[in-house]
């Protein structure tokens, strides 16, 4: 008899091409898709280049641009133009600048219930919300993946979210998930996977499925992920594409490892308060509270439906004077639609700003809010500085908390003035001018000449690891340290496809005199080592956070816990992920402190155990690794491997 599946279950198991998930530390799963975004794509690119591989092996690959669009200088334009030379080439499908966010736009287009989507781009699991296993990742797995190769994880454990009951007016998706990082937070949640189950699923339409998946990301899960249903069909069928849909949900009796139940009925408004996504309240506990800026839009709150409500709420009315609005639809097709309905008239009227449909704010590239302001977003994350102004206090919270909000200029209960809720559309109005060479995609066009700007550099490869090192410890950090604070993105975020440039500013919202100190190292012939904190390498999947430090000569890191995504990356880099066997020794190291890792190359070799003399003693680190993980850290990383 057949051993009933949960959703997980059904997907990996399709598409497992390495591994045993009931004995080994590591599955090799087939990617039938991958994306990238221009902020890691053109590096993605020039990694996959370098592998000398003629086309895409994939049976989809994307480019969008969607993060770099306001354009103070030449790079990012060059950027795009590599991109979209190197799409034509290789069989890649290109969206050019303007036509959309890459979550919104995949979602709509391209995703496919029961196949596996990889991403360079944290926030991929938003694919989730149509049934697919959509996995973020560093820029040269999703290289890998285009060549043919397999993308590997540890055999996940799966959590049922048993949803029931359904939502009241004026509380949405945004809150559900909130409801969800309140319970789990930010860190503590790698090697999970989060499904989505129970009778409340069915209440949810597919947008309000992917906002839940889509912040999954802020859990530090591997993915999140809804059953394929009836929900999934209409929505593809709405898409012109109910050919992709296949029905995809978890057996009667399919076991979970673990279950959270939530009774959606009993949800309230939720935010996240300053300076994290797992920083969790109540919007009624801030009632009250002076806003100056409320941004609406981004890929966890872009699509029709949540910009349709906004505009509900705020129809013949206006915005308070001392607040500023902005919105970010998240796709051309969105924005389409709000024409034809009269909404983009409604917020034009009600004092809204429109912005590019686009990353823009969320990334802190544009619209940063004044010097200690108070600033609600309908995005996913609010760590410090994000948002482009360091003493700025960013809130997240739903498109109605934000539309309520913006009518007083205060904190207000999207509650206690509901409108209806908005029906899922029959049919969305169908544009796919702006994706270029669909017809090559797969295939590329031979003898496409690639465009390269003066800012793309070469990739730096990285050197075999060493019999034993003797290093410095060049920063200390704590706890939650993120990959924005490892490589600031906004305005240094041009800078990300010349590696020498971009690494000058490696920790420079922690210590600005990283890069110089690294350098110093370097030519003392000490190798750089990073000591952290819990939950080290949170937040986005950029590679240059591992790329970067690698070319400074960072050659380990000693940290509490890592991050999924980042520890990854840092193995494809050379760089070895170690953890403290005794938490406490975190104490017992300082920056500047000299290290000696004598034997790390036998112990990388065995079982990454090792011992570390430092001035205040010697402690013991570990770093469990498969047999593939430790062969890429003796070789010096992936690109050296091959």
């Known amino acids: 008899m057949k051993t009933a599946q949960n959703v997980v279950q059904k997907i990996l198991s399709a598409h497992l091409v390495e591994g045993d998930p009931a004995k080994d530390p590591e599955l090799g799963i087939r990617i039938d898709q991958t994306l990238t975004q221009d902020a890691t794509g053109t590096m993605a690119y020039l990694q996959f280049e370098s592998m000398d591989v003629p086309r895409v092996k994939t049976d989809l690959s994307v480019s969008y641009v969607d993060h770099n669009t306001v354009q103070i200088g030449f790079e990012n334009a060059d950027d795009h133009d590599f991109l979209q030379s190197i799409a034509k080439k290789y069989g890649i499908v290109y969206s050019k600048c303007g036509n959309g966010i890459c979550h919104q736009l995949h979602l709509e287009r391209f995703g496919k219930p029961g196949t596996t989507l990889l991403g360079s781009d944290s926030h991929t699991p938003t694919g989730g919300g149509i049934g697919q296993i959509a996995i973020g990742a560093g820029g040269i797995d999703i290289a890998v993946a285009m060549a043919g190769g397999a993308f590997h994880i540890p055999p996940p454990k799966v959590r049922a979210i048993v949803l029931k009951g359904k939502l009241r007016k004026g509380v949405s998706a945004k809150d559900v998930i909130l409801k969800v990082l309140e319970k789990y937070g930010t860190k503590g949640n790698v090697g999970w996977i989060f499904e989505y189950t129970g009778p409340g699923v069915a209440t949810l ?36 594409r109910v050919k992709d849909f296949a029905k995809i949900v978890a057996d009667k009796g399919a076991k979970y490892d673990d279950e959270f139940v939530v009774d959606l009925s009993k949800v309230e408004p939720m935010m996240a308060a300053p300076h994290s996504p797992g920083n969790v309240v109540t919007v009624k506990s801030r009632k009250g509270l002076k806003v100056n800026q409320i941004m609406i839009g981004s890929c966890t709150n872009s699509s029709y439906r949540d910009i349709r409500t906004v505009a509900l709420y705020l129809k013949g009315r206006h915005v308070a004077d001392d607040v500023e609005v902005g919105i970010a639809c998240g796709s051309r097709q969105v924005i389409n639609m709000l024409a034809k309905d009269g909404s983009l008239a409604i917020l034009h009227a009600a004092g809204c700003r429109m912005l590019e449909n686009a990353c823009g704010f969320c990334i802190g590239a544009h619209m940063s809010p004044r010097t200690g302001a108070v600033s609600l977003r309908t995005n996913n994350r609010n760590f410090e500085g994000r948002s482009g102004t360091k003493s700025a206090q960013v809130y997240l919270v739903s498109p109605e908390t934000a539309a309520a909000s913006a009518l007083t200029g205060k904190v207000e209960l999207p509650t206690k003035n509901p409108v209806a809720a908005v029906p899922s559309p029959k049919k969305f109005p169908i544009d796919d001018s702006m994706f270029l060479y669909r017809a090559t995609s797969g295939k590329g066009v031979k003898g496409a000449e690639i465009v390269r700007g003066p ?100 050659k380990a890191v000693i940290a509490k816990s890592i991050e999924r995504i980042h520890r990854a990356n840092l193995v494809n880099f050379g760089i070895v992920p170690f953890l403290f066997e005794n938490p406490k020794d975190y104490d017992r190291v300082a920056a500047g402190d000299r290290l000696e890792f004598k034997g790390i190359r036998a112990a990388v070799e065995g079982d990454g155990c090792l011992e570390v003399k430092g001035p205040k003693g010697a402690f013991r680190v570990k770093a469990s690794l498969s047999d593939r993980e430790r062969h890429l850290l003796l070789c010096g990383g992936l690109l050296a491997s091959l």
Do not use: W
């Not at 998946?213 to 249903?229: K, Q």
């Open 455 to 554: 800012n793309i550099a070469p990739v730096p490869k990285g050197v075999p690891l060493a019999k034993d090192l003797k290093g410095a410890c060049a920063i200390k950090v704590g706890d939650k340290i993120t990959t924005d604070h490892i490589m600031p993105a906004g305005a240094r975020l041009k800078f990300r496809s010349n590696i020498p440039q971009y690494a000058k500013f490696v920790f420079e919202p922690c210590d600005p005199k990283f890069h110089d100190n690294c350098m110093a190292n370097k030519e003392k012939g000490l190798a750089n080592v990073i000591v952290a904190g819990e939950s080290y390498g949170q937040g986005s999947s950029r590679e240059h956070a591992a790329l970067c430090p690698m070319y400074l000569g960072v």
């Open 205 to 240: 339409d597919v947008p309000s499925r992917a906002t839940i998946t889509n912040m999954g990301a802020e859990l530090g899960v591997t993915t999140s992920v809804f059953p394929s249903d009836a929900v999934t069909k209409q929505f593809l069928a709405a898409q012109g």
